[in-house]
């Protein structure tokens, strides 16, 4: 069984559109997170959210949006992709709520975007 | 500021060698946690160690160890008898309480050479 799990695996896409990945963890975990991973393998958090807090990353623009359906599910929605969006995008949970910090992460198989 | 600081970008050895990877992290947190992930060709990211700052104890799991030292704050990873499945690029992360940041070091790339 997978663990975490993301879709799609690739995404190829214009500047200019919206798109989103989907995430979803069957771990039973209480907190999910977005990481960026540029192309010189740089893991950057961009946002980590659990059913009480949602904690984002200063540097990450706002046309990037979590949006959580229910505990097992963090989607990542883009607006208005840009050239320096290209990266590989991966999922990841823990255990803990706000203590969550003090636990490994999980992390799905990433989703590498390209905007063209 | 927290700060994960990997020096070596890239090694290389022979297979059957031992290879030393290093992390020095910066915190000012008294809790704190560290953290060692793989992530091969493949790009999945996997977890292997996780050790938290009150805790100075070594481990070993088989041809893995983890070497943390408080005092000169550095949290090192050691393969002993390196094999080729170990090429990889392992990450080294520090967490914290406060304010739910995780923060990875840029990684260090290994290729085990047959």
């Known amino acids: 069984d997978t663990a975490v799990s993301q879709t799609p695996k690739y995404l190829v896409t214009q500047m200019g559109n919206d798109k989103s990945i989907k995430c979803e963890q069957n771990?039973?975990?209480?907190?999910m997170y977005w990481y960026k991973q540029d192309s010189k393998k740089f893991l950057k958090i961009m946002f980590s959210?659990?059913?009480?807090?949602?904690?984002i990353n200063e540097t990450v623009p706002n046309r990037f949006s979590p949006k959580s359906p229910d505990k097992a599910h963090l989607n990542l929605h883009i607006n208005s992709l840009e050239l320096g969006d290209s990266a590989v995008y991966f999922c990841a949970s823990s255990r803990g709520s706000l203590d969550s910090s003090s636990y490994e992460q999980y992390f799905g198989p990433g989703t590498r975007l390209t905007v063209t | 500021a927290q700060k994960v600081t990997q020096a070596q970008t890239e090694i290389s050895v022979v297979e059957k060698e031992d290879v030393t990877l290093d992390c020095v992290y910066e915190?000012?947190?008294?809790?704190?946690?560290l953290f060692w992930y793989k992530q091969p060709p493949s790009g999945e990211l996997v977890f292997l160690i996780r050790?938290?700052?009150?805790?100075?104890q070594n481990e070993i799991s088989g041809r893995y160890s983890w070497n943390f030292q408080k005092s000169t704050s550095s949290f090192n990873f050691t393969i002993t008898a390196s094999q080729v499945v170990d090429s990889a690029v392992y990450f080294c992360?520090?967490?914290?309480?406060?304010?739910?940041?995780?923060?990875f070091g840029t990684g260090t790339s290994l290729t085990v050479i047959p």
């Open positions: 992360a520090l967490s914290s309480n406060t304010g739910n940041q995780f923060y």
């Open positions: 915190t000012r947190d008294t809790t704190y946690y």
């Open positions: 771990l039973g975990h209480d907190t």
């Open positions: 050790r938290n700052s009150f805790d100075e």
């Open positions: 959210y659990n059913n009480k807090e949602l904690i």
